[in-house]
Structures are given as structure tokens and as C-alpha cells.
T-cell receptor, first 116, second 115 residues
Framework: AQKVTQAQTEISVVEKEDVTLDCVYE???????LFWYKQPPSGELVFLIRRNSFDEQNEISGRYSWNFQKSTSSFNFTITASQVVDSAVYFCALSELGGGSEKLVFGKGTKLTVNP | EAGVVQSPRYKIIEKKQPVAFWCNPISGHNTLYWYRQNLGQGPELLIRYENEEAVDDSQLPKDRFSAERLKGVDSTLKIQPAELGDSAVYLC?????????????FGPGTRLTVL
């Protein structure tokens, strides 16, 4: 069965620090997708990135970067020079096609607090 | 482009009362999802629609929960009767088409409190 583990429940940093959010997943499929979503206090989940299982290239988008390693089943997310506006709950999610029905499974989330 | 719209944003009811949530997906999105998010947890899928057909409702507690998506656009999720354990945020999401890997777009959710 698929599973996503975000071991860090809460992280608190000071503005301008770098921070890495960990995500470890389990799946028996060879074809799957991994996602990161951000959930600010307003409650709406905001899509950040998608990565498919055949593309292990790391990606950078501004202050955000993602490190995908199939060998360790990890898809970690780093925020460089964090800002107060980065404060939110971040969810890692896995999507696979199981039994003909696609399912998106979320981790429990990591609450990030960036203090000024 | 308007996002996924949900109403109400907040709902407080007493146990055993019925409650309904409404969702209007992004225009043109064929796939619609309902998720439940308990406090401190990630969202969990309740039901998925492709147009007006419920293609995955395996996680929906059918004894008290029901959903519909008439005409393949708006959707309503109902709980009758509500129990204390139903207190959660109910999220609606949509995406343009079936296909592994397409991201889902989420609404702001309805926060339900059952007293």
C-alpha cells in the first residue's frame, strides 16, 4: 500500500535561514507522481510542484528546490533564505494508479513557522 | 480564472443534525474530488467524480454520507446524521482531465464543527 511519511511535525526557523522539509514515500508501483502542496492559514492547498517517477532531476524555482532520490524513496523540499510568508503547513503527496483508480495520498504535513 | 468555490466556509451544528456542503469546480474541470482533513492530518479522499459518475467512493462512509454531482458540474456532499467525529475540514478539488499526475486545484474548504 502507498504511504507518505513526513517525520517533522513542526519546524521553527528565523527569517533568512534555510530549511529542509523531509518526505519519504512507499509504493509498489513503478509509475507514480510526487507532489508538494502548501496550506497557508487560509486553508486552501496550493500546488507547488509535481515530479514523476522517471525524472530524478532536481528542480529549483526561485527560493524553492526539490531533491528527488528514488534510491532512498525521498522527495525533500528546501526553502532557501526563508521568509515570514513561507509560514504554512506543507504536504507531500503521492499519486499512483492502483486497481485502475488513481489515488492521491498525503502525508500528515509539516508546519513551518518562520519568525522575523 | 476563478478557483474552486466552496460554501459555506464554516458550519456549526449539533450532533444528529444533517449538513450539506457545496462545491463549484473550476470551469471545464471534469474530475472533482471531496476530501476530509482532520486536525493535524493530511486530506483523505472521500469520493472522486469523473463528470457525473462517482468512480471511486470506496472511502465514503455510506451509512451517513452521500454525494451527488448532477450535470457533471457542481457537487454537494451531505452528512445525515452528523456525529461528533465528523468535525473536520471538508475540501473540494478539481482538475481538468483524467490522467496520472495532473495536479488538483483545491478550494478553501468548509470547516465543520459538530457539538
Amino acid at each position: 500500500a502507498q504511504k507518505v511519511t513526513q517525520a517533522q511535525t513542526e519546524i521553527s526557523v528565523v527569517e533568512k535561514e534555510d530549511v529542509t522539509l523531509d518526505c519519504v514515500y512507499e509504493t509498489r508501483d513503478t509509475t507514480y507522481y510526487l507532489f508538494w502542496y502548501k496550506q497557508p492559514p487560509s486553508g486552501e492547498l496550493v500546488f507547488l510542484i509535481r515530479r514523476n517517477s522517471f525524472d530524478e532531476q532536481n528542480e529549483i524555482s526561485g527560493r524553492y528546490s526539490w531533491n528527488f532520490q528514488k534510491s532512498t524513496s525521498s522527495f525533500n523540499f528546501t526553502i532557501t533564505a526563508s521568509q515570514v510568508v513561507d509560514s504554512a503547513v506543507y504536504f507531500c503527496a503521492l499519486s499512483e494508479l492502483g486497481g485502475g483508480s488513481e489515488k492521491l495520498v498525503f502525508g500528515k504535513g509539516t508546519k513551518l513557522t518562520v519568525n522575523p | 480564472e476563478a478557483g474552486v468555490v466552496q460554501s459555506p466556509r464554516y458550519k456549526i451544528i449539533e450532533k444528529k443534525q444533517p449538513v450539506a456542503f457545496w462545491c463549484n469546480p473550476i470551469s471545464g474541470h471534469n474530475t472533482l474530488y471531496w476530501y476530509r482533513q482532520n486536525l493535524g492530518q493530511g486530506p483523505e479522499l472521500l469520493i472522486r467524480y469523473e463528470n457525473e459518475e462517482a468512480v471511486d467512493d470506496s472511502q465514503l462512509p455510506k451509512d451517513r454520507f452521500s454525494a451527488e454531482r448532477l450535470k457533471g458540474v457542481d457537487s454537494t456532499l451531505k452528512i445525515q446524521p452528523a456525529e461528533l467525529g465528523d468535525s473536520a475540514v471538508y475540501l473540494c478539488a478539481s482538475r481538468p482531465r483524467t490522467g496520472l499526475g495532473n495536479e488538483q486545484f483545491f478550494g478553501p474548504g468548509t470547516r465543520l464543527t459538530v457539538l
